[in-house]
């Protein structure tokens, strides 16, 4: 009989769950806002929705080969729960003992950039390669590594934290995470608009207010988004242009230390920044990441598994890597 697994992406807003068979094909697909009332809640929620993923198609929870949790760090995988994550507002989290409890199967947690390049690996971009590196910029910036074929872990599960990588030694902007010039306080969905409300205070104040940004957000630079800025990019808007193309220039500082420190053969990109913007993320990469790198560049593309990746490599983390997850 075909192996079956259940996989969950739990990020800063939604619970995703899918059923999967092991060719990586999804039997089915469940999506809700992650309900923040406990942290039992949250047990209660995966809980449910993989016995529904597994009703809906007739499935006993017991079939399956285990449940694979992928989610936003920092976690300790050896205890299988969160430890002060970012966007769950519990300082501890356990996840895999309650959940393997109420489900009788294994259940595996692993960061969710980490069970990105598995996914990648087994269902994506990087079958067969052995060095490879998955970047996400969205909300935050993340990465998974796996080198010479091995999957980069660490000693709790959070390893490839790219995005508190230095970009910028003056650290003009600090990051959520207290410290100052990394990578992810310039070029996250959620900073982005820290930068540039930082780079239009410095800039002629009769240009800004003429600006087609300025327009988009009514003169309330405080409720600017990242999207306002790629839309004003795309219309045109110079000092948009301008700004965009030096967000580019520190992407491609984050991916050339990721091409210095891992020598992948490929690099693939995903979150919301990257695949609502392709081209205007991609594009200043390519043309300036060359400046920073020492390795020979790599091919560095977009992950094919979109915003389903990390559900992928939940799958794959059951399927293919529980060994590592023992
Ligand atoms: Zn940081």
Redesign the pocket.
């Known amino acids: 009989m075909e192996k079956l697994a259940a996989g969950i992406d739990l990020g800063g807003t939604n619970l995703r769950g899918v059923l999967s068979n092991e060719r990586g094909n999804f039997l089915a697909r469940s999506k809700e806002k992650i309900d923040l009332g406990s942290e039992r809640a949250i047990v209660e929620q995966i809980v449910k929705m993989i016995c529904s993923l597994c009703n809906s198609k007739e499935v006993e929870v017991s079939a399956l080969e285990g449940v694979g949790i992928a989610s936003t760090g920092p976690l300790d995988m050896h205890k299988g729960m969160l430890v002060n994550p970012t966007n769950i507002p519990f300082p501890k989290v356990p996840l895999t003992r309650p959940v393997g409890q109420e489900l009788g199967v294994p259940v595996y947690l692993l960061n969710d950039c980490t069970a990105a390049v598995i996914g990648e690996r087994e269902f994506g971009a990087g079958k067969g390669v052995d060095d490879l590196v998955y970047v996400t910029i969205g909300t935050g910036i993340g990465g998974g590594a796996i080198v010479d074929g091995h999957l980069l872990l660490g000693k709790d599960g959070n390893a490839v934290e790219i ?2 990588m230095v970009v910028d030694p003056s650290g003009r902007l600090k ?5 100052r010039g ?1 990578w ?2 310039y070029c996250s969905g959620k900073n982005i608009p820290n930068f540039v409300r930082m780079r239009l205070a410095k800039m002629d104040k009769r240009k800004v207010k003429k600006s087609l940004l300025f327009k988009h957000v009514k003169g309330k630079l405080a409720a600017l988004r990242s999207q306002h800025l790629f839309e004003a990019d795309r219309a045109g808007d110079e000092l948009s242009l301008k700004l965009v193309e030096e967000i580019g220039v520190f992407n491609a500082i984050g991916i050339a230390n990721v091409v210095n420190v891992y020598d992948p053969s490929l690099i693939t990109m995903g979150g919301s920044v990257v695949l609502k913007n392709r081209e205007l993320i991609m594009k200043p990469i390519e043309e300036h990441v060359g400046d920073y790198t020492r390795n020979r560049i790599p091919r560095i593309s977009v992950t094919p598994l979109l915003e389903e990746v990390g559900l992928y490599g939940a799958v794959a983390a059951v399927l293919r890597y529980s060994y590592v997850f023992k």
């Open positions: 995005g508190h990051c959520g995470c207290g410290k990394h992810e306080a």
